[in-house]
């Protein structure tokens, strides 16, 4: 079992940049596929990014390219998120995930999931 838990959330004004971390315990995270998933008020949860096993391959969703970085070390055994060019529709909990499958697409595809972070973006 692995147990996950998010940190770096706070307030951000419109077009600043925030990093979240990622702090797994119980096994090493070079056993699973991390993603990070968001969620609103009053919406689905939603697919933001994901990084292989290795590091090497990483996925985002649309709504983010070229603005998130998602990135791993797995000799710190953390995750980290980059957020650029913030806008309000980034306003979330952020959620870290682990899954044990190569290429995880969908969260029913990560089994274990941290308590979520809050992310406020104001205009």
């Known amino acids: 079992q692995v147990q996950l838990v998010e940190s770096g959330g706070g307030l951000v004004q419109a077009g600043g940049s925030l990093t979240l971390s990622c702090a797994a315990s119980?096994?090493?995270?070079?056993?699973?596929?991390m993603g990070w998933f968001r969620q609103a008020p009053g919406k689905e949860r939603d697919f933001v990014a994901h990084?292989?096993?290795?590091?090497?391959?990483?996925f985002y969703a649309n709504s983010v390219k070229g603005r998130f970085t998602i990135s791993r070390d797995n000799a710190r055994n953390t995750v980290y998120l980059r957020m650029n060019s913030l806008n309000v529709e980034d306003t979330a909990v952020y959620y870290c995930?682990?899954?044990?499958?190569?290429?995880?697409?969908?969260?029913?595809?990560?089994?274990?999931w941290g308590q979520g972070t809050q992310v406020t973006v104001s205009s």
């Open positions: 995930a682990a899954a044990p499958t190569v290429s995880p697409r969908r969260a029913s595809d990560y089994n274990y």
């Open positions: 990084s292989s096993r290795s590091g090497g391959i990483t």
């Open positions: 119980g096994r090493s995270i070079s056993n699973y596929a």
